[in-house]
């Protein structure tokens, strides 16, 4: 060692002392500071990745309940749709009855008898008439 880091007194060697102590210190800390830089970027990048994965997971719960509610807006129009058919089926239905309670028809059931012998007889003609037809050619 030289003359000059050999303490004279009590004093030099206490300051002498301090000074190494908080040359050592600043070196932890720089130390310390280094890791934490390093802990901080780690976390950030570990909270950037959570939140992208959460916005991606909250995308496609989003495009999920789009689909769900198209699907459920056109279930839903479909059902008011067959209802509004059914409820326009069944009034015109009881509007039918209610003017055949008003306004009985006028032939009774022997007319529609003889009126679907009379039509089959023709049919029968007609048929009978062009399966002759038919066999001569």
């Given amino acids: 060692m030289s003359d000059k880091n050999i303490p004279v007194d009590l004093k030099e060697a206490y300051l002498q002392e301090m000074q190494c102590e908080v040359i050592l210190f600043r070196e932890e800390l720089k130390e310390i500071h280094t890791e934490s830089v390093v802990r901080?970027?780690?976390?950030?990048?570990?909270?950037?990745?959570?939140?992208?994965?959460a916005n991606e997971?909250?995308?496609?719960?989003?495009?999920?309940?789009?689909?769900?509610?198209?699907?459920?807006?056109?279930?839903?129009?479909?059902?008011?749709?067959?209802?509004?058919k059914e409820t326009i089926t069944k009034s015109f239905l009881e509007a039918n009855k209610q003017l055949l309670v008003l306004h009985k028809p006028k032939r009774n059931i022997?007319?529609?008898?003889?009126?679907?012998?009379?039509?089959?007889a023709i049919g029968l003609t007609i048929g009978l008439l062009l399966a002759n037809n038919i066999s001569f050619k």
């Fill in 57 to 84: 997971a909250l995308n496609k719960y989003t495009q999920a309940a789009n689909v769900h509610f198209s699907t459920t807006k056109k279930e839903l129009k479909d059902i008011a749709e067959n209802e509004l």
């Fill in 110 to 120: 022997s007319d529609i008898v003889i009126s679907a012998f009379v039509f089959s």
């Fill in 40 to 53: 901080i970027g780690i976390t950030q990048e570990i909270i950037e990745t959570q939140l992208n994965n």
